[in-house]
């Protein structure tokens, strides 16, 4: 029997009585190459979803756009009847056309259909987090989301979702959704080479509000790095490890989702939780951003 941990501890997302285990997982990696289609061990990938929530994880974040459609049929194949306190969260605002490229799907009829999309390949009622997802492909973009806000209101309203947060935001955009709503959760690329949200955090741990980086590890070159790799070295650890342990030290409110379609990675990223920096270590890894900015 695979043995539980504590996962970094747990944080309520505001307003709900949903506990989530700081360190969840994503499930991007479940489809295959670029994100498209099935992926190449189907048994592996069953494996991967059912040890992370042996070992205690209870959230885990997709979307119906992974795949498309694959990764949350693989997610309904592997755990489908769900237990007790397993989080669904997904995302809507994007779709993937034949040429497996990613780009806006924020209509009404989009926002709509992608929810419905959602509860229809993870055999569910009602989706317990829903990200909007907007911005571009190198990070947020100025601009009003108050018109996608207003359909997943209304799909709020109808009971197809409890709770919505937002991905690749402004603070700015989080107030004016917040206007429209109560906001769970933030996701945005965060990592220790790149801290742009290092005032958007201290912000929304003042608010109580979840913020959940991804591509934890993303962007790294290897002198970029250098620094990563030294301080996992001393501690015997791997430099993804260090990363999730940096972020999970960075701030109370950050829940990670590091994703992996190998079960050993699984248990290398769920490790993690229980490695704690000293404090030297961690100011040699915040250099690391500031070197990244000088090579800009």
Not at 20 to 28: F, N, W
Not at 80 to 85: A, M, N
Not at 134 to 161: F, H, Y
Request: charged letters at 20%; proline letters at 6%.
């Amino acid at each position: 029997m695979t043995k539980q941990t504590d996962l970094g501890g747990s944080f309520t997302l505001p307003g709900t009585s949903i506990s989530l285990k700081r360190v969840g997982y994503g499930a991007m990696q479940l489809a295959g190459p670029q994100v498209w289609g099935p992926p190449r061990d189907m048994d592996a990938a069953i494996a991967v979803l059912r040890e992370a929530v042996a070992a205690g994880v209870n959230h885990i974040d997709t979307s119906d756009f992974y795949g498309p459609h694959v990764t949350n049929q693989i997610i309904k194949q592997s755990l489908h009847p769900y237990p007790d306190g397993l989080v669904m969260v997904t995302k809507v605002g994007a779709r993937r056309p034949p040429d497996k490229s990613w780009v806006h799907a924020l209509s009404r009829q989009e926002l709509i259909d992608a929810v419905h999309d959602n509860l229809r390949n993870l055999g569910l009622d009602a989706l317990d987090v829903v990200n909007l997802r907007v911005g571009g492909v190198m990070g947020p973009s100025e601009g009003s989301i108050e018109e996608s806000l207003t359909v997943l209101a209304e799909l709020k309203r109808q009971g197809l979702i409890r709770h919505v947060g937002l991905s690749n935001v402004t603070p700015d955009q989080l107030a004016e959704a917040q206007a429209i709503m109560e906001i769970v959760c933030v996701q945005n690329l965060y990592n220790v080479a790149h801290r742009h949200d290092d005032g958007f955090i201290d912000d929304l741990t003042r608010q109580g509000i979840a913020y959940v980086p991804f591509f934890p590890l993303g962007g790294f070159s290897p002198l970029q790095s250098s620094a990563l790799d030294a301080v996992a070295a001393a501690l015997q650890a791997t430099p993804m490890q260090v990363a999730i342990a940096w972020l999970l030290q960075r701030s109370p409110n950050i829940l990670l989702i590091p994703g992996t379609s190998s079960v050993a990675h699984l248990r290398e990223n769920l490790k993690a939780a229980t490695l704690q920096l000293p404090s030297e270590m961690i100011a040699r890894l915040d250099l690391i951003a500031g070197d990244s900015k000088q090579r800009e």
